[in-house]
């Protein structure tokens, strides 16, 4: 006759006599696998922002070794006080962020249905699509900025066959930080593509069958069943990206440089805090807007987490 064995609960001994300690590391296995990797990772992220902290609430400027005195808020009055350059600053960082994201979710969504079907060449188009992926940033933003030449540059020559005068492109101070979105979204939404493909792939068919059996349009098939499925893939993507694109230096730094530009036309955050840091070595007042940066980061994080939340439920 067959026995039926049963798996021990957890937490029982396995033999007579072990000791409490080995349960207890049994049970907690998973966690002091882990702690090493996390406790290294704590010490990378906790030693850089605790010294920033620090520096913020000082005077520290000139060389890193000169004497610095406590300042308590004053640099957090200043720059929040500040109009001219920090808060100008905030609004690009915003208008990079949401604009780029909106482009790249919405192309890299339609990529991502182009590519979840199989077709003649599939395998190249991916490709092809992925490309931009390869370089650097700093590579794609020096290549960007040669095509964008006023004088050399190819897009002005392409627009010159058409009939079209030259652009001023990154040159331009109104036109200069929609071109950097541009540039960001054409090297990004690659990402967003193929972060949506897998969710796509990863849904059942049944759904979509029984849809067309009752008769349901191809968008009535995107809007309410592909979509409500592909909802939380779709906000790791959002989210993921977004912090991505909030911290943006190389490409805005590759393409103009120092203030990003002479009327700071592409200067976000990260962009600001970097002039201050090297370029007048003002640190106390960088690691400032550092702080005010992070804060902002961890803002957005938990308004999209939070909202994650609500569409679960």
């Known amino acids: 006759m067959a026995t039926i064995t049963t798996k021990a ?10 000791p409490g300690w080995v349960l207890w590391v ?7 696998f882990a702690a090493p990797a ?17 520096l913020s609430l000082t005077d520290a400027e000139g060389s890193v070794r000169a004497e610095s005195e406590f300042v308590g808020l004053q640099n957090y009055l200043d720059v929040l006080s500040d109009t001219a350059r920090f808060w100008p600053a905030v609004g690009r960082t915003a208008a990079f962020t949401g604009v780029a994201l909106l482009f790249e979710v919405i192309l890299g969504m339609a990529i991502a249905l182009l590519l979840w079907r199989p077709f003649k060449a599939q395998k190249w188009v991916r490709v092809a699509i992925l490309l931009p992926l ?9 290549m960007w900025r040669l095509i964008f030449d006023p004088n050399i540059g190819l897009a002005n020559q392409l627009l ?20 950097t979105i541009f540039i960001d979204v054409w090297q990004w939404t690659p990402m967003v593509a193929l ?6 792939t990863s849904l059942s068919d049944e759904p979509q069958e029984a849809a067309r059996i009752d008769g349901a349009s191809t968008w009535q098939r995107f809007r309410h069943v592909t979509l409500p499925l592909l909802a939380p893939t779709l ?22 440089g120092r203030g990003g530009g002479s009327f700071h036309e ?27 940066f992070f804060l902002i980061i961890i803002g957005a994080m938990w308004a999209l987490t939070a909202r994650r939340k609500e569409a679960d439920r």
């Open 266 to 292: 592409v200067e976000t955050l990260n962009v600001y805090a970097y002039g201050l840091s090297f370029d007048y070595n003002e640190y106390g007042v960088s690691s400032t807007v550092l702080i005010l």
């Open 235 to 256: 906000t790791v993507a959002i989210l993921l990206r977004g912090i991505d694109a909030l911290k943006t230096f190389d490409i805005l730094y590759a393409t103009k």
């Open 195 to 200: 972060i949506l493909l897998a969710g796509l």
């Open 9 to 18: 609960p957890r937490g029982t001994p396995t033999a007579p006599g072990t």
């Open 38 to 54: 996390m406790t290294f990772v704590a010490a990378l992220l906790v030693f850089p922002l605790a010294w920033t902290g620090y």
């Open 134 to 142: 390869v370089a650097t940033p700093v590579a794609v933003g020096m």
């Open 160 to 179: 010159g066959w058409f009939g079209i005068g030259p652009q001023p492109w990154l040159a331009g101070q109104y036109t200069a930080l929609p071109t």
């Open 26 to 32: 049994n049970d907690h296995r998973k966690w002091l």
